[in-house]
């Protein structure tokens, strides 16, 4: 009965590799986010989608690329890693993304990513 | 521009202490502020909403908008409450989408 849930939950991978991170939510909620937890602990929003169209995108290296197949699901891909890639990246879902004010975002457990 | 500033890295105090967690935050609009948790390796959960006035697991937090602050208080602090603590901001931007700003977290240390 997991809200959101991702998947690996770890993934150690060489520099250069490709890899894919996959996001379910079963809330029903539209909109769907990717955010990034560095070395630091420092939280900062990568993407969001809502009803499979992006509406966020912030200043993220194009090897990022974000694929919504539908709106349950946000998959992260990222392309010829780089040590600085190295983080915890999380899902979340919300109900949507106009009427935010009073919802709550429900973060997925996280996708510890190292880069070696 | 929207900014949350959580100035403490790292917050130690001993068991039955009061805590309070600092956050102040800037934006020109009408603030919704969340204080969210983080336990050792797990997913980020929502503590309070300002809106909602609650105390959960005996943490309050008040929004002060004069001092443009959020700050998270407990009067007796346990040892399960060790954790990161995020501060939040919802900021709404053109188009009508919000996102939430998040602080740079403090981690609570709390030692018997």
């Known amino acids: 009965d997991t809200a959101v849930s991702q998947t690996p939950k770890y993934l150690v991978t060489q520099m250069g590799n490709d890899k894919s991170i996959k996001c379910e939510q079963n809330?029903?909620?539209?909109?769907m986010y990717w955010y990034k937890q560095d070395s630091k602990k420092f939280l900062k929003i990568m993407f969001s989608?809502?009803?499979?169209?992006?509406?966020i995108n912030e200043t993220v290296p194009n090897r990022f690329s974000p694929k919504s197949p539908d709106k349950a699901h946000l998959n992260l891909h990222i392309n010829s890693l780089e040590l600085g890639d190295s983080a915890v990246y999380f899902c979340?879902?919300?109900?949507?993304?106009?009427?935010?004010?009073?919802?709550?975002?429900?973060f997925g457990e996280g996708s510890w990513l190292t880069v070696v | 521009a929207q900014r949350v500033t959580q100035p403490e890295k790292l917050l130690s105090v001993f068991k039955g202490a009061p805590v309070e967690l600092k956050c102040n935050y800037s934006?020109?609009?009408?603030?919704?502020l969340f204080w969210y948790v983080q336990y050792s390796r797990q997913r980020l959960q929502l503590l309070l909403r300002?809106?909602s006035r609650e105390s959960i697991k005996g943490f309050t937090a008040d929004l002060n908008k004069g001092e443009t602050s959020f700050h998270l208080k407990k009067p007796f602090a346990q040892e399960e409450d060790s954790a990161m603590y995020y501060c939040?901001?919802?900021?709404?931007?053109?188009?009508?989408?919000?996102?939430?700003?998040f602080g740079a977290g403090t981690r609570l240390a709390v030692h018997p």
């Open positions: 979340a879902s919300s109900q949507d993304f106009q009427r935010f004010s009073g919802n709550t975002i429900y």
């Open positions: 809330l029903g909620h539209d909109t």
């Open positions: 989608y809502n009803n499979k169209e992006l509406i």
């Open positions: 934006y020109s609009g009408s603030p919704e």
């Open positions: 300002h809106i």
């Open positions: 939040a901001l919802r900021a709404q931007f053109s188009g009508g989408y919000n996102k939430l700003i």
